[in-house]
């Protein structure tokens, strides 16, 4: 099956500055990689995702990144700011029916 | 619009006392999912459904039933509750299987249970 690996664990930057969080997985198959932001108390909540048939895709200050040949995938967060403080998971479809995720990245912005 | 709602939102339970986690969504998703959410493990699949009848195991089934009679509710059941059950538990549903990348999943906003 999938097995996704997720680097940071934690990671600290100051207001302003980028952020990138960087994932790997395994099936070759695997075609979708969304991304997730966890508040604290809530839910993850989906903020961006890219499919496999595409290499980069952009949303105002997020954009996610992938490189099939090394299966790895990578968030960049760009002029970071205190609502960004969250807990970031990526995930990559298994199948049709399945998302597995990564371990998680707790992001700290730091005024 | 009230979305995905899980109940209760805190749950404390005995060794071998058994109890169901209640997911409620009103989108008319097809499909539904549980997770639990451990520290350092990221989110692990329990059980999902692609529709009304048709339930299956994730990456973390056992202790767990699940069923799905109707398209807006997916219990989750605990049996007979182990310390190892101890953990933040998600329900998720989207329109279509998450993996065909048409439907975002949407979570709820957890029960957090804690087995002594």
């Known amino acids: 099956g999938e097995n996704v690996e997720q680097h940071p664990s934690t990671l600290s930057v100051q207001e302003g500055d980028s952020a990138v969080i960087k994932c790997t997985y395994s099936?070759?198959?695997?075609?979708?990689f969304p991304w997730y932001k966890q508040e604290l108390g809530k839910g993850p909540q989906l903020i961006i995702d890219i499919r496999s048939n595409v290499g980069e895709k952009k949303d105002q200050r997020i954009a996610v990144t992938l490189n099939k040949t090394a299966k790895h995938f990578s968030l960049h967060i760009t002029e970071t700011q205190p609502e960004d403080s969250a807990v970031y998971f990526c995930?990559?479809?298994?199948?049709?029916?399945?998302?597995?995720f990564g371990q998680g990245t707790r992001l700290t912005i730091n005024p | 619009n009230a979305g995905v709602t899980q109940t209760p939102k805190f749950q404390v339970l005995k060794t071998g006392q058994s109890m169901t986690l209640q997911c409620a969504q009103d989108m008319n998703h097809e499909y539904m999912s549980w997770y639990r959410q451990d520290p350092g493990m990221g989110l692990r699949l329990i059980h999902y459904s692609v529709g009304a009848g048709i339930t299956d195991q994730g990456e973390v089934p056992n202790g767990y039933n699940v069923s799905r009679s109707t398209t807006e509710d997916f219990p989750l059941r605990l049996l007979s509750a182990a310390p190892s059950q101890t953990s933040v538990y998600f329900c998720?549903?989207?329109?279509?299987?998450?993996?065909?990348?048409?439907?975002?999943?949407?979570f709820g906003n957890g029960t957090r249970l804690t087995v002594t």
């Open positions: 995930a990559a479809s298994q199948g049709a029916q399945k998302l597995v």
């Open positions: 998720a549903s989207s329109y279509a299987a998450p993996g065909q990348g048409s439907s975002p999943l949407h």
């Open positions: 099936d070759s198959a695997s075609n979708y």
